[in-house]
């Protein structure tokens, strides 16, 4: 009977505590052999990594042309963080006239440090994300959900697969589901945004917006 080949490994990212000899699993492929605990993300909130960066408020979403006022989350220069989206939900408040459109992701480099007129992001007013480790200290990176301008327009990078044409009354109308999850598709380096917009109107529901993302020191040779 074969055995798998086994490797000496250590478990945690460094931390002196949890070195400890572990061992690694592979499978007749070479394919590593792991086995999920609570969830694909509770390791990095556990470690204190993930935030939830949720609207003060319900707002429309702006088209992705004009992205003023847009749910935006911003690593700034400085932070000495990578930031990785995780996932994005919406909740809808009120109706409005239903249209048919989709909602989408854009991108901003070169964002510094400061807001002012001529930087990159001439307003920004913060909200300050929450720790999904209960108590955990607050994080580097910002977060505008309603109040935000830039000198250049953010740029599309990708559809988020979510539409928000909505029929009947808040009384009436049929439940709905917006959840998009990023595995692992979009990193933000320091000095970058990114902001949720609409692919060709305006919203006319309103939405309360929540964006979770896991903020981590660059690696040591990031480049």
Sequence with gaps: MAIDQVQVALTGPGMTQE??????????????IVQPLFGKYAELSRRGYVYAARSAAAATIPVNTTLTNSPTLWNKASSGKLVYLLQVLFS???????????LTLSWLKNTGDGVGTGAPIVTFTNVAPNPCLIGR???STAWAPA?????????ALMDLGLGYWLSG????????TYI?????????????SV?????????????WTTLIFAELPLPALWT
């Design 19 to 32: 070195n400890t000899p572990g061992f690694l699993r592979t499978g007749s492929y070479g394919e590593l």
């Design 92 to 102: 809808p408040a009120a109706i409005g006239t239903p249209v048919i459109s989709g």
């Design 137 to 139: 200290g607050a994080c």
């Design 147 to 155: 109040t935000d301008t830039f000198t250049t327009q953010p740029a």
């Design 169 to 176: 009354t808040a009384a009436t109308g049929s439940q709905i």
């Design 180 to 192: 998009f999850d990023f595995d692992g598709t979009v990193v933000m380096p320091p000095g970058t």
């Design 195 to 207: 902001s949720i917009g609409s692919a060709t109107a305006a919203t006319s529901v309103t939405y």
